[in-house]
């Protein structure tokens, strides 16, 4: 096999290994690594080796590649489109890449790069946008650079522009903006802003991320604050319609995640009913993230098993009321409960009366994981009276269960 010079230039090109026969000789942490990604192009693995690591292990257990636990044999690469040679046996590696040049497989050495016929490049992905860098024989500086390209795709600092024909559908996103810190919307959403050119925002979406678009983007109040104003579900429906018609690229930002209390799914089946596809992208929900924020667990072992979420947006003793509030009061875990402020008294009375201890810990969260938030501590008896004279507002998430005091003493 012909030595490669250490200035030779590699060709970059994307392997489609989907269907295509892949062999692995070894299974330590190099296999570890690569694995899951020749899994994901879909390749036909074989994997070649006496023994592996627990997570290869497990992976194989899936089912999801053949496993012979064996050492390499002379032919092993037969019908093989791609080869990593990753064992601890410098002589084993020797000969299956003097297989692979014998067969003409494209083999990678883990042990010798300067041996192989192809190199692994540093590579991310960021939606759609596939980044592969090769720096000769400098892996670290491949991976720097590499993060670097990536982290400018998330952030938008260096979006990657999609392309639509002239007068085409543009596209809708359902973006989850998480409990109200930006920092907590997921890479994802983030990326979806930065290619936007409209906004439908929530007032409980996390609104410090509008300062950051460009003057291009055209941001629409949706308005929907509780006891004021408010813009028509079909309002914002059509709007979203309308824009996307035009060709634009549409994010629909709410607070939380878009399903939880959110009528995200009401927003997707109104484009769907236009023929107008929409990508939901989930938020971290303020059922987990606001007390988590607040040094409570919602689950927390010996003390709750579960934790259930319930709006409270609708009275208990209104006829419109879904809820069970009987059965409610039976469970033994943590309650959490949403858009409850105003009714706050009722449902604690409620509680009360269907058998939850009156002493039960209640924790009422303020504009949880920003820069305003405030917690107040309370039991069931105490909490309709304690929201009133602290003068809680919306939007605050309550915690009634005793998993309320098993973190550090809240500071006052």
């Known amino acids: 096999m012909a030595p490669h010079a250490p200035s030779e230039t590699a060709y970059p090109v994307g392997l489609r290994l989907s269907g295509r026969r ?27 080796s006496p023994s592996a ?56 050495r883990s042990d010798d790069a300067e041996a192989a016929t192809a190199w692994t490049p540093a590579t991310g992905r960021s ?34 522009p999609r392309y639509r024909a002239s007068g085409g559908t543009g596209s809708v996103a359902l973006v989850g903006g ?30 410090d991320l509008l300062d950051e678009l460009p003057p291009h983007v055209e941001v629409i109040d949706a308005a929907k604050i509780p006891y004021g104003r408010f813009m028509a579900q079909e309002v914002i429906n059509n709007a979203l319609v309308e824009h996307a018609r035009a060709g634009k690229n549409v994010v629909r930002l709410k607070g939380g995640d878009p399903y939880v209390f959110g009528r995200g ?32 667990p919602v689950t927390h072992r010996g003390v709750a098993h579960e934790f259930t979420v319930v709006s409270g947006h609708v009275a208990p003793d209104d006829e419109r009321s879904l809820v069970d509030w009987a059965a409610v009061a039976k469970l033994r875990g943590t309650l959490v409960l949403l858009m409850s402020v105003e009714n706050i008294g009722a449902i604690a009375a409620t509680l009360i009366r269907h ?42 998430v309550i915690v009634v269960g005793d998993v309320v005091t098993v973190g550090p003493e809240p500071r006052s």
Do not use: H, K
């Open 355 to 396: 058998g939850r201890p009156a002493g039960t810990p209640v924790a009422v969260i303020q504009e949880g994981t920003t820069a305003a938030q405030r917690r107040v501590d309370a039991t069931l008896a105490t909490a309709g009276e304690r929201v009133a004279a602290e003068g809680i507002r919306p939007p605050a």
């Open 22 to 48: 892949v062999v692995v000789l070894g299974a330590g942490q190099v296999a570890q690594r690569r694995l899951p990604a020749l899994l994901a192009a879909g390749a036909d693995v074989l994997l070649i």
């Open 178 to 207: 998480g409990p109200g810190d930006p920092d907590l919307i997921t890479v994802r959403g983030r990326r979806l802003l930065a290619e936007a050119d409209v906004v439908i925002a929530d007032r409980l979406g996390p609104r």
């Open 53 to 108: 690591t627990p997570s290869v292990e497990a992976l194989a257990g899936t089912g999801a590649f053949r496993w012979e636990r064996r050492r390499y044999q002379g032919g092993d690469l037969d019908g093989a489109w791609y080869a990593l040679i990753s064992t601890d046996d410098p002589a084993a590696n020797e000969a299956a890449s003097a297989e692979a040049e014998a067969r003409r497989v494209w083999a990678v």
């Open 127 to 160: 939606e759609g946008v596939t980044v592969a860098v090769l720096t000769g024989q400098d892996p670290r500086r491949s991976a720097a650079v590499r993060d670097a390209v990536v982290e400018g795709l998330r952030d938008g600092s260096l979006a990657a």
């Open 265 to 296: 799914m009401e927003e997707v089946q109104a484009l769907a009913d236009e023929g107008i596809p929409c990508t939901v992208v989930p938020g971290i929900s303020s059922t987990i993230s606001v007390p988590a924020a607040a040094g409570i």
